[in-house]
Nanobody
Framework: EVQLVESGGDQVQPGGSLRLSCAAS????????MCWFRQAPGKEREGISC????????YYADPVTGRFTISSDNAKNTMYLQMNNLKPEDTAVYYC??????????????????WGQGTQVTVSA
C-alpha cells in the first residue's frame, strides 16, 4: 500500500523559512517522480515543484523559483521542500504526490498520482 506522509508545516512570519518532508512507503522510491502541490483557501490545487528520484531532475513553478528547493533522499525514501523567504501568498495546505516514471505534466500527476494528506503552512505577521 502506497503511503505518503507530509510533515513540517507550521506558522511562520513573512521572510521566514520552513522545510517540509514527505516520507514515502509502499513503492520503489527511485522509480518514481514526486511533486509538491499546494491549495490555498478558495483556490485550485497548484503544482509548484517536482523531482525525478531516478535522475534528480527538477521543476519549479514561477511563483516559487529562487525561493524553494526540492530534494529527495533515496536511502531514506523521503522528499523535501526547503522554503525560504516565505510570503503570505504561500499560505496553503501542501501536498506530496508520487507517480511512476519521469516528471509528468502536472495535470497528469494531479489525476494519476498518489497523494498524501497534506500539511498546513501559514505565513503571517
Amino acid at each position: 500500500e502506497v503511503q505518503l506522509v507530509e510533515s513540517g508545516g507550521d506558522q511562520v512570519q513573512p521572510g521566514g523559512s520552513l522545510r517540509l518532508s514527505c516520507a514515502a512507503s509502499g513503492f520503489t522510491f527511485h522509480e518514481y517522480a514526486m511533486c509538491w502541490f499546494r491549495q490555498a483557501p478558495g483556490k485550485e490545487r497548484e503544482g509548484i515543484s517536482c523531482i525525478s528520484n531516478s535522475d534528480g531532475s527538477t521543476y519549479y513553478a514561477d511563483p516559487v523559483t529562487g525561493r524553494f528547493t526540492i530534494s529527495s533522499d533515496n536511502a531514506k525514501n523521503t522528499m523535501y521542500l526547503q522554503m525560504n523567504n516565505l510570503k503570505p501568498e504561500d499560505t496553503a495546505v501542501y501536498y506530496c504526490t508520487a507517480r511512476f516514471g519521469p516528471i509528468p505534466f502536472l495535470a497528469r500527476m494531479l489525476k494519476e498520482g498518489y497523494w498524501g494528506q497534506g500539511t498546513q503552512v501559514t505565513v503571517s505577521a
